[in-house]
């Protein structure tokens, strides 16, 4: 055989086997880390699990969620953000406040941060604008301070007679002077007193309540905080034995028996988060990623709660009502 031959024949066979070895190995399954509060497939994260597989992504197959929970512990977010970095994940999303964004930028400067959260990410020092971020975070701010006039409108609205509103605020308050800003002019503008209650722990709050009723108080407004998820159920649990309407930033709330929430859609939220995942996978960088605002508001009403409290809705609240349960 001509030499010249063996070495062209030669040569090709290299480049097959090359490329059938290469197209052999299994392609590398990209990790997503997830890191919120609590577990317990909640509608939030399984909204967002569901926003990956709209987008032809499935949980185990070609990409792999690495859930992490700090089960109600917020100390623990550090140790659950540090392992998501060192076993190498190509991105964090993180949901359930301003603690695992922290947490997260503390253990890596590279990885991409996805958030969800309801405070102001350019005063947090998370970006440097909404537009431009400009860092290796982006994700969807829903500013829940500024919905808190909202909030107490509707709760007006609610009650027309009102006149004093307790302000219930939980333990390391988050953006407590930027919330209460908002919602002390709100109540100057609907000619409303607040009255403040910290609560530090779950034994706090019949004592809370008790000051409230004591103060004849007829109705409560509850501060953003996602520790309240801790003893949200005692709350409502006891401002409906002490009949007291109240609202809140969480349609949770509404679901585990509270009386109204006005909130963004947290469940396009989720969704949307996944559409960043995406975004990143395919090679976009954090920084070219503007953070988003929800566009989409609800108020959820629980009937069930008015008629146990003796609360009769208005008409004309109800029928700006996005969701009733009944």
């Known amino acids: 055989m001509n030499p010249k031959h063996f070495l062209w024949l030669l040569t090709a066979f290299l480049l097959v086997y090359t490329a059938l070895t290469i197209a052999q190995q299994p392609k590398k399954v990209p990790r997503i880390g997830y890191l919120s509060l609590r577990s317990g497939a909640g509608d939030i994260d399984l909204a967002f699990r569901q926003g990956l597989r709209d987008l032809g992504y499935i949980d185990g197959q070609n990409v792999i969620i690495e859930w992490r929970f700090a089960e109600g512990k917020r100390e623990r977010y550090s140790l659950l953000a540090a392992e998501l970095v060192h076993i190498g994940v190509e991105a964090i999303v993180t949901n359930s406040g301003v603690d695992p964004i922290v947490a997260a930028m503390k253990s890596t400067k590279t990885i991409p941060i996805i958030f969800e959260t309801g405070s102001d990410p350019v005063a947090r020092g998370f970006v440097v604008s909404l537009p431009h971020p400009e860092w290796n ?41 930027v919330q209460m800003r908002v919602v002390e002019s709100a109540a100057q503008n609907l000619h409303l007193k607040l009255q403040p209650f910290r609560m530090q722990n779950s034994d706090d709050v019949e004592k ?119």
């Open 137 to 177: 975070l982006t994700g969807v701010s829903w500013m829940a301070h500024e919905l808190g006039g909202k909030r107490l409108e509707l709760l007006k609205d609610t009650i027309p007679k009102l006149t004093r509103v307790a302000v219930v605020s939980g333990p390391d308050q988050q953006n407590y002077d």
């Open 208 to 326: 809370a309540f008790t000051a409230v009723t004591r103060a004849n108080i007829r109705a409560f407004f509850v501060l953003v905080n996602p520790a309240f998820g801790a003893f949200r159920n005692k709350i409502i649990d006891i401002s409906i034995k002490n009949r007291l309407p109240g609202i809140a930033s969480n349609q949770d709330w509404v679901n585990a028996g509270g009386l109204m929430t006005y909130a963004p859609d947290r469940i396009a939220t989720a969704r949307r988060l996944a559409v960043y995942v995406d975004k990143i996978l395919k090679g976009t960088k954090p920084m070219d990623l503007p953070v988003e605002r929800p566009t989409k508001f609800e108020l959820v009403i629980n009937l069930k709660t008015a008629k146990q409290i003796g609360l009769i809705i208005p008409p004309n609240v109800l029928a700006r009502a996005d969701k009733v349960i009944r």
